[in-house]
């Protein structure tokens, strides 16, 4: 009996320690304004280090191009990335936490141009996921710019129709340029799951798991919706002048 308890006991510690938490983790991610604005400033970034001091490791950030962000993970060059969605992921073996946020676009026109997405010329930034609702619209004609600033300058000067972008960061893009013909639509296109996408396998599954756990925590605690709280203000405030006008 001696012998069978000590080999559950050793059975047990090797089970425990082959999905233990690494001490460090090394994320990837790409600059989105207001979210990501460096390795250590935005909402995004406030979150990891929320989760760095719940699990009690070491997380490193590294802002890459948002391509290379994710050819790094695919390549095993990062432990996972962030934010992720399953635009990114269908064809892909990986771990999912839970969402920590949900990614809601809106499109962005001139004023006085109808808001109608249909039949339009419409501004993308490159690497940024964007659901199928809108990439399988056949009546849209898409053109690809680096960064949200790109898209919107493209707009000012009547080079596109329109410019698909998620509701906050865009809105903060905009005020930075300081663009007074174009305004939001309150009009939501479309809505999708935002978590960290974690590699494969038993360490992966820990990582994933801890990192769910720390997420779950922050948002019964209230932290994470306090962490958005400014940017969903704004866009509160943007749709609604927008509905009354």
Same mark, same amino acid.
């Given at each position: 009996?001696?012998?069978?308890?000590?080999?559950?006991?050793?059975?047990?510690?090797?089970?425990?320690?082959?999905?233990?938490?690494?001490?460090?983790?090394?994320?990837?991610?790409?600059?989105?304004?207001?979210?990501?604005?460096?390795?250590?400033?935005?909402?995004?970034?406030?979150?990891?280090?929320?989760?760095?001091?719940?699990?009690?490791?070491?997380?490193?950030?590294?802002?890459?191009?948002?391509?290379?962000?994710?050819?790094?993970? #695919? +390549?095993?060059?990062?432990?996972?990335?962030?934010? @992720?969605?399953?635009? &990114?992921?269908? *064809?892909?073996?990986? =771990? !999912? %936490?839970?969402?920590?946020?949900?990614?809601?676009?809106?499109?962005?026109?001139?004023?006085?141009?109808?808001? #109608? +997405?249909?039949?339009?010329?419409?501004?993308?930034? @490159?690497?940024?996921? &964007?659901?199928? *609702?809108?990439?399988? =619209? !056949? %009546?849209?004609?898409?053109?690809?710019?680096?960064?949200?600033?790109?898209?919107?300058?493209?707009?000012?000067?009547?080079?596109?129709?329109?410019?698909?972008?998620?509701?906050?960061?865009?809105?903060?893009?905009? *005020?930075?340029?300081?663009?007074?013909?174009?305004?939001?639509?309150?009009?939501?296109?479309?809505?999708?799951?935002?978590?960290?996408?974690?590699?494969?396998?038993?360490?992966?599954?820990?990582?994933?798991?801890?990192?769910?756990?720390?997420?779950? *925590?922050?948002?019964?605690?209230?932290?994470?919706?306090?962490?958005?709280?400014?940017?969903?203000?704004?866009?509160?405030?943007?749709?609604?002048?927008?509905?009354?006008?």
């Amino acid at each position: 009996i001696m012998l069978f308890v000590k080999k559950v006991i050793i059975y047990t510690l090797l089970t425990l320690s082959s999905f233990a938490l690494p001490k460090k983790v090394v994320l990837g991610t790409f600059l989105i304004p207001r979210y990501v604005q460096s390795s250590t400033k935005g909402e995004f970034i406030e979150i990891v280090k929320k989760i760095e001091k719940e699990l009690g490791i070491e997380i490193e950030i590294r802002v890459l191009p948002a391509k290379r962000a994710v050819q790094a993970f #695919n +390549i095993g060059e990062i432990d996972g990335y962030f934010p @992720s969605l399953d635009y &990114y992921n269908e *064809k892909l073996d990986i =771990n !999912k %936490t839970r969402a920590f946020y949900y990614k809601k676009d809106f499109l962005f026109h001139r004023i006085g141009d109808s808001p #109608n +997405i249909d039949n339009k010329k419409i501004c993308l930034t @490159s690497g940024y996921a &964007y659901s199928k *609702k809108v990439l399988k =619209n !056949k %009546t849209l004609n898409f053109i690809h710019a680096k960064e949200q600033s790109n898209c919107l300058m493209m707009l000012s000067r009547k080079r596109v129709d329109g410019f698909i972008s998620e509701g906050p960061s865009g809105l903060t893009a905009l *005020k930075k340029l300081a663009l007074r013909n174009i305004k939001m639509s309150p009009n939501l296109i479309s809505s999708m799951d935002v978590y960290f996408a974690i590699k494969k396998g038993k360490d992966g599954q820990a990582i994933a798991k801890e990192f769910s756990r720390a997420i779950d *925590k922050l948002k019964r605690s209230g932290e994470l919706e306090k962490i958005f709280s400014d940017a969903n203000r704004d866009l509160k405030r943007t749709i609604s002048k927008t509905t009354m006008n």
